[in-house]
């Protein structure tokens, strides 16, 4: 799989419809991770293939999507996006984490594996 790109309407589909609800209540179906970038962005450039990487590497397992701030600036403005990129880090339960600047693949890991993919074994008491 690779990263998919996200509109508006997909984000109110997929993610979260912000104009019909006021707490959060993710709609997907795996943990995602939202980055707003911008075309002419250097460092958003910079870690896209990371992010394809990621994608494949995750594959089944968590949804990698890319909003583009300059075609969706109602999605950017709802979500104060004030420096690019950006990301949005949205576990199954509980609330997403928003994380600004440019990462580099070991701080995505470690966030996708000790946030995202939480393990939901349950450890039965002794």
């Known amino acids: 799989m690779t990263t998919v790109k996200l509109t508006t309407e997909d984000f109110k589909t ?11 209540n993710y709609l997907g179906k795996l943990p995602a991770i939202i980055d707003f970038y911008a ?3 250097g460092p958003c450039k910079m870690v896209a ?9 995750y594959d ?3 949804v990698i999507y890319k909003v583009d701030t300059e075609k969706e600036q109602e999605l950017a403005s709802v979500f104060g996006i004030r420096s690019i990129p950006t990301f949005l880090f949205i576990p199954m339960q509980g609330k997403p984490m928003m994380q600004p600047g440019a990462l580099p693949k070991n701080a995505f890991k470690k966030v996708i594996d000790e946030h995202l993919m939480v393990d939901k074994k349950i450890i039965m008491p002794e």
């Open 14 to 24: 997929n993610v979260l419809d912000y104009t019909t609800q006021e707490e959060w």
């Open 39 to 41: 075309d002419w962005c």
């Open 60 to 62: 089944g397992k968590l």
């Open 49 to 57: 293939p990371v992010l394809e990487e990621l994608a494949k590497e």
